[in-house]
Every structure is written in structure tokens, then in C-alpha cells.
């Protein structure tokens, strides 16, 4: 228990480190790469997430999805990487290679398509190197670039908004 909770407070120091030495590096590359973060308790429907990709015209081959989940079998889910606390050293270390794989991998765009308020998935996305981060409704709004006030359920508004704003910023090919 004792460990639970150092683990949980070194996550929220490594966190605030990271929001506040972050620069914002705007740039006008057109997205190719895209990252999605989600919380796999949330929602179940891969398909749904990769039309996002096909919105934005991503190909397949370029698109990485990674799912957080609470449970402890995390064998149960398809998406490409899945991951739970234990993940995480007592330090507050990503020990899970593929994890650290995905923070490292600078994507165009980072979508982080979660409503539960999880220190693991703002961590991960704070800790990401993607220039352009965008995501629905979060309580601390330093995480993402970009928010898309949208209710979770409604993946198609999202889909629209997100595809309007990319648009206004010239990140998408013509």
C-alpha cells in the first residue's frame, strides 16, 4: 500500500516535470504519423478509433494505438499495445519497453481519446515527443495543444471537429 502510493506521487512529480519545462513547437508538417492513447475500460471499439486515422488519411502502417486498462489481464484486449499500472516502477518509470517505445516515437499528432481522469494516461501523454497533442475534455488543461470539447460517446463529432481544426491549421494533405 505503502508502494501504491509512492508510485502514484514520483508519477505526479515526473508529470508536473514534464508540464512545466514544456515548450510548445508548432509546425507545419502534414500529419502522416498518428498515436492514440485511450483508456481500454472506456471503450472496446478499435474500429471506431481506426477511422479516425482513415479521416485524417493516415495510412494503417503508420498508425499506433496504445489502451490503459485497471484490470490486470491485459491478454483480454486487441489493441496494439495494452498497459496497467504495473507498467510503472515505484519511482514513477515507464518499465515496459513498448510503452517507452510509444513515448519516444515523435509522432504529427497525438490523440489522447479519454474522459476518465487517470494519472497513467496524462502522464503518457504529457511525456510523449508528438509536436501537436490533441484530446476531449480534461480537467488539467496543460496535457494537450488542442482540446475538442466533445462528449466521449459521440466519436463521429469528434471525427468532424478534429478534421476542421487540422484543417484550419494546414496540417492535413490537400
Not at 490503459?68 to 491478454?75: A, E, M, N, R, Y
Not at 495494452?82 to 516515437?105: R, S, Y
Amino acid at each position: 500500500m505503502i508502494l501504491k502510493g509512492l508510485k502514484e506521487k514520483s508519477i505526479k512529480k515526473r508529470l508536473n516535470s514534464i508540464l512545466k519545462n514544456r515548450e510548445a513547437h508548432f509546425n507545419t508538417v502534414k500529419i502522416e504519423h498518428l498515436g492514440i492513447i485511450l483508456n481500454a475500460d472506456e471503450t472496446s471499439d478499435l474500429e471506431a478509433l481506426k477511422a479516425i486515422a482513415q479521416t485524417l488519411d493516415v495510412r494503417p502502417n503508420k498508425l499506433k494505438i496504445v489502451a490503459f486498462t485497471s484490470s490486470k489481464d491485459v491478454l483480454a484486449y486487441s489493441w496494439d499495445a495494452c498497459f496497467n499500472t504495473k507498467d510503472f516502477t515505484w519511482n514513477g518509470k515507464v518499465k515496459n519497453a513498448e510503452l517507452q517505445a510509444f513515448i519516444d516515437t515523435e509522432f504529427d499528432l497525438l490523440i489522447s481519446y479519454y474522459a476518465t481522469d487517470v494519472l497513467e494516461l496524462k502522464y503518457l501523454t504529457a511525456a510523449s515527443k508528438a509536436p501537436l497533442k490533441v484530446g476531449i475534455f480534461q480537467l488539467d488543461k496543460r496535457i494537450n495543444d488542442l482540446i475538442i470539447k466533445t462528449d466521449f460517446n459521440k466519436l463521429d463529432l469528434f471525427k468532424t471537429e478534429l478534421k476542421k481544426y487540422l484543417n484550419v491549421l494546414n496540417k492535413l494533405h490537400a
